[in-house]
């Protein structure tokens, strides 16, 4: 039989009442002296942990009489539960569990928060441009109704903050990402994935350092986006070539032939909020030391892939820049800022609305299919990969003799002077 155990109330010098229990006989396995107000109260306690210990042992848990009826009141809602697939619950498993999910919801990160810290860290690797922020706060915040709009008139409802912003991060789930890309992001290929490429990188940012246990857009992929390339036809070359050489569209003409016979993007030869437009001492015509052919230096601010390159420039664009007296030829050669929207309109009245890099893939295109010669075409283009290359130039099977009379496209009164080979 259990020892019994001896529990004298002792008074303090404040009035109350105080119990020396020992470690072997503490519920804690440590020793403890808990005060009362009354002498009687203490005794009353005394009295209650000698029987329980006579009864049980001093391994038992001693409970007060509130945490006792806490302990039926639990065991009562367990039981209630009826529970089909935890029948064996336990009042201690189920103390445990309900702990750790307040813990983890003390640690919770909202979906803002994590994007915050995500977009930071990507910042500080790479430099961010003014698009791909734009495209962030779209996806984000919601879009415009258009590109002169007010800040005031974001379309929220349209911005996954507005819908998710305030929810924990390892609370949002497949189907609801799912579910906000369908509604306002399933327009085009392109689209889904603009939005879906923005939202990845957050719940990337969160797995990465253990914020949440599953990454929910690990199993959601990108739209096929693929398609034929955009090609100028021969009636819209010709076209073109028609509208540069009128008074309207002229100063658009060495922009315009350098877009299509020498390929440089856009954004390198007009410039955007990031970048300068190409300058004229860019276009070298007279090369002097180990370049012996005539070129046009992309600087590295300038490049996409921020290398820098040297474009040949054909015996046709020649022709096109040397119609441009030595005066004209000074300063940009064609800003977005100031000619944009009457290169806007030369595209209208081509017919090439909505064909974006129209004039790049034209010369991908022609040049490949004029010299066979993937690595030569990459190289003038700045293209890194050729599988990229394969799928939008490789297979083209341009109309009739296009390629052949694309590069004779030229100024009218200019000839190629029985040139037999072009620039390499």
Not at 159 to 188: K, M, N, P, R, W
Not at 250 to 268: C, K, N, T, V
Not at 296 to 323: A, Q, T
Not at 345 to 373: M, P, W
Request: a positive charge; glycine letters at 6%; aromatic letters at 8%.
């Amino acid at each position: 039989m259990p020892k019994r155990a001896q529990l004298t109330p002792k008074k303090l010098p404040n009035g109350n009442w105080q119990l020396n229990v020992p470690a072997n006989l503490s519920g804690t396995g440590s020793r403890s002296r808990p005060e009362y107000g009354s002498k009687q109260e203490a005794l009353v306690e005394a009295k209650r942990l000698r029987g329980h210990i006579a009864k049980h042992g001093s391994g038992s848990t001693r409970f007060t009489s509130s945490e006792a009826n806490d302990a039926q009141a639990a065991l009562s809602i367990i039981r209630e539960a009826n529970l089909r697939e935890h029948s064996d619950l336990t009042l201690k498993a189920a103390a445990r569990y309900y702990v750790e999910h307040l813990r983890k919801e003390e640690c919770a990160q909202t979906f803002e928060e994590v994007l915050h810290r995500s977009v930071d860290s990507r910042k500080i690797r790479r430099k961010w441009s003014t698009n791909h922020d734009q495209e962030t706060i779209a996806v984000m915040q919601g879009p415009l109704p258009h590109s002169s709009s007010d800040e005031s008139e974001r379309i929220k409802d349209r911005g996954f903050l507005h819908h998710y912003g305030s929810v924990a991060i390892d609370l949002i789930t497949e189907d609801q990402i799912l579910e906000f890309l369908s509604e306002y992001y399933a327009s085009s290929a392109s689209n889904y994935n603009r939005a879906l490429r923005t939202i990845k990188p957050v719940f990337k940012y969160a797995h990465d350092r253990s914020m949440i246990g599953y990454d929910p857009t690990h199993v959601i992929h990108r739209r096929d986006n693929k398609k034929s390339p955009e090609v100028l036809s021969t009636k819209e070359f010709n076209r073109v070539i028609e509208l540069i050489q009128t008074d309207e569209y002229r100063e658009l003409a060495a922009g315009i032939a350098i877009l299509m016979f020498a390929g440089l993007r856009p954004s390198e030869l007009m410039g955007n909020r990031d970048k300068n437009p190409l300058d004229w001492d860019k276009v070298i015509l007279k090369p002097e030391g180990v370049h012996k052919k005539p070129y046009i230096h992309v600087p590295p601010e300038s490049d996409k892939l921020k290398e820098g390159r040297l474009v040949h420039i054909e015996p046709n664009l020649m022709k096109w820049l040397e119609s441009f007296s030595k005066t004209e030829r000074t300063g940009p050669i064609c800003g977005f800022s100031t000619l944009g929207s009457k290169y806007n309109r030369l595209r209208n009245e081509a017919g090439l609305k909505g064909k974006h890099d129209v004039f790049r893939h034209s010369f991908g295109t022609y040049h490949y299919h004029q010299y066979s010669d993937m690595g030569r075409t990459m190289k003038q283009m700045g293209h890194t990969n050729p599988k990229t290359f394969k799928d939008h130039y490789h297979n083209y099977n341009p109309e009739e003799d296009a390629p052949h009379l694309y590069w004779r496209l030229l100024p009218n009164g200019a000839s190629l002077d029985n040139v037999v080979e072009f620039a390499s």
